[in-house]
């Protein structure tokens, strides 16, 4: 039987059901998968507990995975750890750890891995243990916003290239957060300011919180650009939040839309999701 998807938003965004990713997906069936991926950016599957090995092994058939860096307690694996929860003990990390404080750039717009020379295709994150109120995921669709543009002004933007940094994005929240070591594993990528789907040919805005500036433009003047992209970009109609149940499992386009989490009690309540990062294959700008 063929897989059922359900439409989310006018725009983008899709609910899969008809199949369980917690078991092996034949190839017919994952084509029925990736072809919803490619059109609707945000792939909803629902009711599915996740293990990290059925993650890894559904994550695996989009491509190979990313390793996290130093920076995040998922260091080593696949798993960039979003959560509140120390990963030895299980105990509530308190709001002032420095783990805390990294996490509170999520808040932010973002495209997971802009900052690396080959930025990623998509990420995938399972929903373990769910606060009672808030810790939604909000996405944005930036081939609405590429498509909302003038000509003209997709015209400025063609030949761009904006530099993005982790560095960046943490030091809007707290600059010491990253230690040498971290700043020196990731010191950043130049991308363009779209991405286009090789499928269907569409393009994308490509920018966020790991945008730090253009290339070739005063700091300031570039800065302008991108603050007034991104008020075209982050419109309510170009978003919808995802209001997450334990045993969710969202997928999202990378090149295709930018995501942030929403806030909740971290001192109350106790949230764990667990994120696999599938890596891209070439860079944005050619050479």
Same mark, same amino acid.
């Given at each position: ?81 979003? =959560?509140? +929860?120390?990963?030895?003990?299980? /105990?509530?990390? *308190?709001?002032?750890?420095? &783990? !805390? ?74 600059? =010491?957060? +990253?230690?040498?070591?971290?700043? /020196?594993?990731? *010191?950043?990528?130049?991308? &363009? !300011? ?94």
């Amino acid at each position: 039987m063929p897989i059922t998807v359900r439409k989310i938003h006018k725009l983008f965004g899709a609910e899969i059901s008809g199949v369980d990713i917690r078991e092996p997906v034949s190839a017919l069936v994952f084509g029925e998968i990736r072809a919803a991926f490619e059109e609707y950016s945000v792939l909803v599957f629902r009711d599915m507990p996740m293990d990290d090995a059925t993650q890894i092994r559904f994550s695996e058939m989009f491509g190979p995975l990313e390793i996290a860096g130093k920076a995040n307690p998922g260091v080593g694996t696949p798993f960039a750890r979003q =959560s509140n +929860l120390d990963i030895q003990t299980g /105990a509530v990390i *308190p709001p002032e750890d420095r &783990r !805390m404080i990294y996490q509170l750039a999520n808040y932010f717009w973002h495209s997971d891995s802009s900052f690396k020379h080959i930025p990623s295709l998509c990420s995938m994150l399972t929903a373990r243990i769910v606060p009672p109120e808030g810790g939604d995921t909000e996405f944005c669709s930036m081939r609405a916003a590429y498509d909302s543009l003038s000509e003209e002004m997709k015209a400025k933007i063609e030949p761009l290239v904006v530099e993005h940094s982790l560095i960046h994005s943490r030091g809007l929240v707290d600059a =010491s957060v +990253l230690t040498e070591e971290m700043r /020196a594993e990731l *010191p950043g990528a130049r991308q &363009r !300011m779209w991405r286009i789907n090789p499928i269907n040919g569409r393009k994308a805005l490509y920018m966020g919180a790991h945008a730090s500036h253009v290339v070739g433009w005063p700091i300031e003047e570039g800065r302008a650009l991108l603050d007034e992209l991104t008020r075209t970009a982050l419109k309510p109609e170009f978003c919808f939040a995802h209001k997450w149940r334990a045993g969710d499992s969202v997928l999202w386009d990378n090149r295709a839309v930018v995501h942030r989490a929403t806030k909740y009690d971290t001192v109350k309540h106790k949230r764990l999701m667990q994120r696999t990062t599938i890596a891209g294959d070439q860079p944005t700008v050619p050479h």
